[in-house]
């Protein structure tokens, strides 16, 4: 097997630090009314892939793909495995990556899933009303060795999301054979957070997701 060592970065940081700023920052926060915040524009990225090989396929890729943020302008990974624990690609992908803007009145949701009966073999995915790409939240085939068991609480690959105000959040559970999908939908807030229970074959998760903007 031909193996090949690729090393990304988006932008070219000499001295990165890894951006300080968690998710839920103004959830509890109180307003009066709609002048007390500002919402903003926020971006989704879907995927970073390969778009060609000069070796051939399947390489074994390591590196670093960052990205910066308008808060406080430090590192975002969207990609990030050492030599020892690389991503195998088996085939080339047709664009290099791509992303959807949330056109403004965006805020942020945090997702957190738990498997409250049976154990949960499958994907979930999240995308919005207005957005059809999709966002893989969990897999527990293809990223086994990042994710839960199937049970408890999953390790979700992907926590958070900008949803635009004037959108619903969806969140799809598919099982891994196919035969069962279900399906539940949010409505973005300013603040607070909401929960609900998604049936899935003859298991069932707990989905919270909690609201925030971004920055004032």
């Given amino acids: 097997m031909l193996i090949a060592f690729v090393s ?15 998710p839920m920052r103004f959830t509890d926060a109180v307003y009066r009314d709609k002048g ?19 070796v051939g396929f399947p390489i074994h890729v390591y590196g670093t793909v960052i990205a910066r943020d308008s808060i406080d302008h430090k590192c975002v990974y969207l990609f990030r495995c050492d030599r020892d624990h690389c991503q195998i690609i088996n085939s080339e992908a047709q664009h290099c990556g791509c992303a959807v803007w949330v056109r403004g009145n965006a805020v942020e949701g945090t ?11 499958g994907q979930i995915t999240a ?16 990223y086994s060795a990042f994710t839960s068991d199937g049970k408890g609480v999953i390790q979700l ?9 004037k959108d619903m ?36 998760m707990r989905v919270k997701v909690t609201w925030s903007i971004m920055d004032f």
């Fill in 8 to 22: 990304f970065l988006l932008f070219v940081l000499f001295f990165c630090t890894t951006a300080p700023l968690g």
């Fill in 36 to 54: 007390d915040y500002e919402l903003c524009e926020a971006i989704n990225i879907f995927s970073v892939k390969i778009g060609c090989s000069d």
């Fill in 111 to 121: 997702i957190a899933i738990e498997v409250i009966q049976g154990n949960f073999d």
């Fill in 127 to 142: 995308h919005t009303t207005s957005t059809q790409n999709t966002l893989v939240l969990y897999d527990r085939e293809l």
């Fill in 157 to 165: 690959m992907r926590p958070v999301v900008s949803v635009s105000v």
């Fill in 169 to 204: 959040l969806v969140i799809v559970a598919k099982t891994r054979d196919g035969k069962s999908e279900s399906t539940i939908s949010f409505t973005p807030r300013v603040n607070g957070g909401e929960e609900d229970v998604i049936p899935i074959g003859d298991d069932k």
